[in-house]
C-alpha cells in the first residue's frame, strides 16, 4: 500500500502565495514563512501575525480518503500569552477565506471578530476533529486537494514574558 503525501502549506501576502511543506510555525512580528523568531520577536503588548496554513494532500496514494484532522500545541507558552485558533470540536464556523486585496493579508492585530480564530490553540490532542475539510469537521479528503484554513495568532499583554517555545502538531486519519 502506497500511504498518501501530505504536507503542511502556509499561505501569505494579499493575493495569496501559497509555500508548499513548510519548515516550521514559528509567530513573529513580521508576516513571513518558516519565520526566524529571533529576528522578528513579538513585542510584548503586540500580537504575532496570523498564520494561515492547510493541510494539504498531495498525492492520495492507494488510500480512498483523509479525514478526522487534528492539530494542537505541546509546551505551554510565557505568563500573559494566548494561542488563539479557529481550531475547535464544537461550533466549527466552517472554512474561513484568506483576506485578499489591498491592506488585506495576514495581521498583526486581532481580528479574530472577523476570522473566527476565538478558541484557545489546545495543548493535547483532540478527542475528535477540530480542522474541517469543504467546511466540516466530517468532511474528508478523497483525492488531492486542501483542508480548511488553520488560522492562528500569538496574542500578548504588555507584561508577557518572552521566550517561550512550543511544537504544532498534526494529525489525520488515512484509510486504505
Known amino acids: 500500500m502506497a500511504a498518501a503525501t501530505v504536507e503542511i502549506c502556509e499561505s501569505n501576502g494579499t493575493t495569496p502565495t501559497i509555500t508548499h511543506n513548510i519548515t516550521n510555525s514559528n509567530m513573529g512580528s ?17 500580537n504575532s501575525f496570523e498564520k494561515w496554513q492547510r493541510i494539504h494532500v498531495t498525492d492520495i ?13 505541546t509546551t505551554a507558552l510565557g505568563a500573559e500569552a494566548a494561542h488563539k485558533t479557529n481550531a475547535r470540536e464544537a461550533s466549527y464556523d466552517g472554512a474561513q477565506t484568506f483576506p ?3 491592506g488585506e493579508g495576514p495581521k498583526a492585530t486581532d481580528r479574530s471578530a472577523t476570522y473566527d ?21 466530517n468532511g474528508a479528503l478523497t483525492a488531492a486537494g486542501y483542508s480548511d484554513y488553520l488560522v492562528h495568532q500569538i496574542q500578548t499583554t504588555a507584561s508577557a514574558v518572552a521566550g517561550a517555545t512550543m511544537t504544532m502538531n498534526y494529525q489525520y486519519d488515512e484509510t486504505a
Open 61 to 73: 496514494g492507494t488510500s480512498s480518503k483523509i479525514d478526522n484532522l487534528k492539530v494542537w500545541r
Open 30 to 46: 513580521t508576516e513571513a514563512v518558516n519565520l526566524d523568531p529571533v529576528a522578528y520577536p513579538i513585542t510584548p503588548g503586540t
Open 100 to 102: 485578499t486585496g489591498a
Open 117 to 137: 480564530y476565538t478558541e484557545a490553540m489546545p495543548t493535547s490532542t483532540p478527542t475528535g476533529a477540530n480542522l474541517g475539510i469543504g467546511g466540516a469537521l
